[in-house]
């Protein structure tokens, strides 16, 4: 048995030195490298998706900080409610909520409406990279699948040979068990490494952004404020470029 194995080995190499690793692509192609490659376009998608939205002037675009604090400090509640209505910025999402009609507008409700909010925003950035993560944990699985089943392969055409399996009857179960080790690994480690590192950026800029938004909530009037107009500006410290935003 271990001859057979050894000779299956060599096979396998022969292969490889043959077709380089589309031949061995080639020949382990099944159910699992269907997965694999749907993965890796999932997380192509998701990668290009980080690149264009997760980036610290589109959450928090010094613009629309600036237009919130001149509409507040102008006092001019309707264009502010009309313009965080459309803007698609951090703190224009959480005063969206505070400043929504209807809603009471006590300084604790407008504290707790904000937190609520900010808690949103903070989750669904974090959700936006979350799949990365997902595929990043199943890619070893579906490899490991894969070189499960061309282990049973190959010894089950080594054993359906009584023992007397050549190498060619061994090396594509060998060369699929192998092989889809190696793209479950390759598809998980940049996963992981991108998922890791967007991670750390979305918590930098939403904890600023809860920072920004917690300025700009406490500019505005309350009903249980003394006199219900708006209090004198509370400066969103411009947001600087970070090192690591994209």
């Not at 490659?37 to 192509?44: D, F, Q, R, T």
């Not at 929504?100 to 909010?117: H, Q, S």
């Not at 909530?217 to 410290?237: C, M, N, Q, Y």
Request: hydrophobic share 45%; proline share 4%.
């Amino acid at each position: 048995m271990m001859q057979s194995l050894t000779l299956c080995g060599a096979s396998v190499l022969a292969a490889s030195d043959q077709g380089g690793l589309w031949g061995l692509f080639v020949q382990s192609f099944d159910f699992f490298t269907v997965l694999l490659l749907l993965g890796s376009l999932i997380a192509v998608a998701i990668i290009v998706r980080c690149l264009i939205d997760v980036r610290e002037r589109k959450i928090l675009p010094e613009a629309s900080i600036g237009r919130i604090n001149d509409l507040m400090r102008a006092g001019r509640e309707e264009d502010l409610r009309a313009f965080v209505k459309h803007d698609e910025s951090f703190p224009s999402r959480v005063l969206r909520q505070v400043i929504e009609p209807g809603r009471k507008r006590d300084r604790l409700g407008m504290r707790e409406t904000a937190e609520i909010a900010a808690s949103e925003e903070v989750a669904r950035w974090f959700r936006a990279i979350e799949p990365l993560n997902v595929v990043g944990n199943l890619g070893p699985l579906i490899g490991l699948a894969g070189t499960v089943w061309g282990m049973i392969l190959a010894f089950t055409s080594l054993g359906a040979t009584g023992g007397q399996a050549g190498p060619a009857d061994l090396s594509m179960g060998i060369s699929k068990a192998l092989f889809h080790t190696l793209l479950g690994l390759t598809l998980a480690i940049p996963c992981l490494f991108v998922f890791g590192f967007y991670r750390s950026i979305v918590d930098r800029i939403c904890t600023r952004g809860m920072l920004v938004s917690s300025q700009l909530i406490e500019s505005l009037p309350a009903d249980d404020d003394d006199d219900g107009t708006f209090p004198p500006r509370v400066e969103a410290k411009p947001v600087s470029r970070m090192a690591t935003a994209v």
